[in-house]
């Protein structure tokens, strides 16, 4: 744990192809020097029209920077433009749906369900 704050700057982000019309900045991972012990964040951008769905492995916020995001599971669907918020479950399967580009930040916890897909990312696994 750190003991004082810490930044992440633009020049330090990397960008990974998440899913086809989207990609992935983990921004803040222990895999980037942050002594985290519970969550992690990033950045996800995705295409105008892009949709994916995967069952949810931890909890998981979205904070809309720009555009719009649709997010649906257990039949209910939530709605958020930029400047808003939209919480998703652990362990429930969510169909995503980015009407417009949309730039996210994300956080999640734990961090260790992160610090996975970062790896698989890394090794041009993930999909």
């Not at 900045?25 to 994916?52: D, Q």
């Not at 919480?87 to 260790?112: D, H, N, Q």
Request: hydrophobic share 40%; charged share 25%.
């Amino acid at each position: 744990m750190s003991d004082r704050p810490l930044a992440s700057s633009r020049a330090d982000q990397r960008w990974f192809d998440y899913s086809e019309g989207s990609q992935l900045s983990p921004a803040v991972t222990a895999e980037g020097g942050y002594p985290l012990e519970s969550m992690a964040a990033g950045f996800v951008r995705s295409e105008a029209g892009h949709r994916f769905a995967w069952d949810c492995p931890n909890e998981e916020t979205l904070y809309i920077v720009e555009g719009r995001a649709e997010i649906t599971g257990n039949g209910h669907t939530a709605v958020a433009e930029a400047g808003e918020f939209i919480y998703m479950p652990k362990g429930v399967y969510l169909e995503y749906y980015f009407p417009i580009e949309t730039l996210t930040v994300w956080v999640a916890s734990p961090r260790s369900v992160v610090e996975g897909v970062v790896a698989d990312l890394e090794a041009g696994e993930h999909r």
